[in-house]
């Protein structure tokens, strides 16, 4: 450590800080008390932190940081006040979170979600995804994704009650990172584990760490249909783990863990909207105890996509009403979610690809006019 390159605290949990202390000489209980001025106090600086020795604090400020990162932009849904906030690293680049209240009035007791990233970009190239076109550029770490968490807290008008982890990138592609902030939120920001949850395309291998470490935080699947051709298609990821690979997987988890899943759907119109469709819901559900979430699809058209991305839209409203009826003809539990933050881009990754966009397009746009100068 050293002031060119000081340790950044966000992201440490409490053994990891009573270790950092004791490398600095101190007792170990500097180190939960370092946790509970970063986490439970949410301390900008180590001045606050009035309960420890000025010696201590002058040698945290020389050689340690609580690292921060940088609210870029904020958009407010006046439809639904939907929130959708754009952050910058450390290294420039860019990731979002989105801020969900429910769909009825304000009400303390009622739900807040946080839906935050994993990755900025993502490998999976999910057809129907913003964060795809961007491809993968890096995982966060555990201190980037607690942040996003309580950057957001300071922004809502309520306490954030649950955690998503289904906005940028495949959060079990970083499973050390992912789980380490889920257990720091869970014990330092006061969220329980039963309230988060971990959202995967299909990443068997992690499915099964999750059940054979007995995870606490809840699992979705984004499956979007039982056809393995049209999965294929839709989710590349398929052809690397077919879906009764996944299924199998799935099952194990239950087995393990007792835990229902949740299976996320979007409902494309001629794609995965069938009595077919229907039925082989049912049969997974008599399968794997769980609950099917039909979650809207919002275009990702601005981002220019071919093929098949081109050919996908929403279900009409009256199938959409159709098909939940028809599962719950079938004894499954089905949430019917409506739109949230369409008009500010809400979607996982479209802020922050339009943002990149116009990064692209101002430095293309400098370069030219620097070229132009020089001739």
Request: charged share 25%.
């Amino acid at each position: 450590m050293s002031k060119k390159n000081p340790m950044n605290l966000k992201g440490l949990s409490v053994a990891e800080l009573e270790e950092f202390a004791v490398s600095m000489g101190e007792k170990p209980f500097r180190g939960r008390q370092l946790f509970e001025w970063i986490y439970h106090k949410d301390a900008a600086g180590f001045d606050a932190m009035t309960n420890m020795p000025a010696a201590f604090r002058r040698r945290l400020a020389s050689e340690a940081r609580i690292g921060s990162i940088a609210l870029r932009d904020r958009k407010r849904s006046p439809a639904d006040a939907t929130t959708k906030l754009l952050f910058e690293l450390d290294d420039g680049k860019y990731i979002e979170s989105v801020l969900i209240p429910p769909r009825t009035a304000y009400r303390e007791e009622e739900r807040l979600t946080l839906c935050v990233s994993t990755q900025v970009g993502c490998p999976l190239d999910c057809v129907f995804c913003a964060t795809a076109t961007m491809g993968f550029r890096r995982n966060l770490t555990a201190g980037e994704i607690v942040d996003q968490v309580m950057t957001a807290a300071r922004i809502a008008e309520r306490k954030i009650t649950n955690i998503v982890y289904m906005g940028m990138g495949e959060p079990l592609l970083n499973y050390d990172e992912v789980m380490k902030s889920a257990e720091i939120i869970s014990t330092g920001l006061k969220i329980a584990a039963k309230r988060i949850t971990v959202s995967t395309a299909g990443w068997t291998p992690g499915i099964r760490r999750m059940a054979d470490e007995n995870r606490r935080v809840k699992l979705a699947i984004s499956l979007h249909t039982l056809d393995e051709r049209a999965r294929t298609e839709l989710m590349p990821v398929t052809g690397k783990f077919p879906l009764a690979e996944l299924l199998d997987a799935a099952e194990y988890y239950y087995g393990r863990t007792k835990q229902r899943i949740t299976f996320e759907y979007i409902l494309f119109d001629g794609w995965n909207d069938s009595d077919a469709d229907v039925r082989r819901l049912v049969a997974l559900m008599k399968r794997i105890p769980g609950k099917v979430n039909i979650i809207p699809f919002h275009s990702i058209a601005f981002s220019l996509p071919q093929g098949v991305p081109a050919a996908l839209r929403p279900s009409p409203p009256r199938r959409i009403d159709a098909f939940a009826r028809k599962l719950r003809a079938g004894h499954v539990t089905v949430f019917v979610r409506s739109s949230a933050g369409e008009d500010i881009n809400a979607a996982c990754g479209q802020l922050a690809v339009r943002h990149a966009a116009r990064a692209e397009r101002t430095a293309h746009d400098a370069g030219s006019l620097k070229h132009v100068a020089s001739h």
